[in-house]
Every structure is written in structure tokens, then in C-alpha cells.
């Protein structure tokens, strides 16, 4: 789909792809430790644990997610530069890499609940 928009586009992706992996794994990595809590204790029949573990995962969920989002858009006039993009490509890169975290916190709060 970028390719369509063009080689100036595509870099821009490209060039902030392995730090939008790194930071949104770690926000899968939460969400499916917790997930993996919760069907322990509900396959030991342990609802009263399952619901505090969903309680417990729900809030930590949304704290990491919205902690690697600042972290995220903080970095996202930077991250570019600190990559070695050119010039001409760096304002889109930072541009797509801020709305991706912009959108991460609800991106991992929907991970935690499938």
C-alpha cells in the first residue's frame, strides 16, 4: 500500500519499522502475560483470581501502553535523525511514527480483551 505513494514514502516507514516493533511487542508481551494468567486461573476454576488478575492486567495494560506512547511521541521529532534518515524523508517518518503511538495505548487495551 505505501509502495503506491511512493520510494519517499516507503522510507519513511522503513526507517522507523524495527523501533515501532520493539516498543509495540513489549506492549503485546504485557497484554499476553496476563492473558496467560487469567486462563490458568480459570482453568483451575479460580474465577475470583481470574477477575483479579484481569483487574490487575487491565490497569498495568494501560499504564505501559500509555508510558511507551509519551515515550514514543516524545521521541518522534528525533527518532528519525538518531536513525540516519535523510533529511528530505525525516518529517514523514516522525510524522507516521508519532501517530503510531498516538494510537498504541487503545491498539494494546483491544490485544488485552481477544
Known amino acids: 500500500m505505501v509502495g503506491?505513494?511512493?520510494a519517499a514514502a516507503s522510507a519513511s516507514i522503513g526507517v522507523v519499522t524495527s523501533s515501532t516493533w520493539i516498543a509495540i511487542g513489549l506492549?503485546?508481551?504485557?497484554a499476553?502475560?496476563?492473558s496467560v494468567q487469567i486462563a490458568h486461573a480459570i482453568g483451575a476454576n479460580d474465577t475470583d483470581q481470574a477477575?483479579?488478575?484481569?483487574?490487575?492486567?487491565l490497569i498495568i495494560c494501560c499504564i505501559t501502553a500509555c508510558l511507551l506512547?509519551?515515550?514514543?511521541?516524545?521521541l518522534s521529532p528525533h527518532l528519525p535523525s538518531l536513525m540516519g534518515a535523510?533529511?528530505?524523508?525525516?518529517h514523514d517518518a516522525s510524522a507516521?511514527?508519532?501517530y503510531i503511538f498516538l494510537c498504541n495505548p487503545s491498539d494494546v487495551i483491544a490485544r488485552f480483551f481477544s
Open 4 to 6: 503506491s505513494l511512493g
Open 27 to 30: 506492549s503485546y508481551a504485557v
Open 32 to 34: 499476553m502475560g496476563f
Open 51 to 57: 477477575k483479579k488478575v484481569f483487574r490487575e492486567g
Open 69 to 74: 506512547a509519551f515515550i514514543g511521541i516524545s
Open 86 to 90: 535523510e533529511p528530505k524523508i525525516q
Open 96 to 98: 507516521y511514527f508519532f
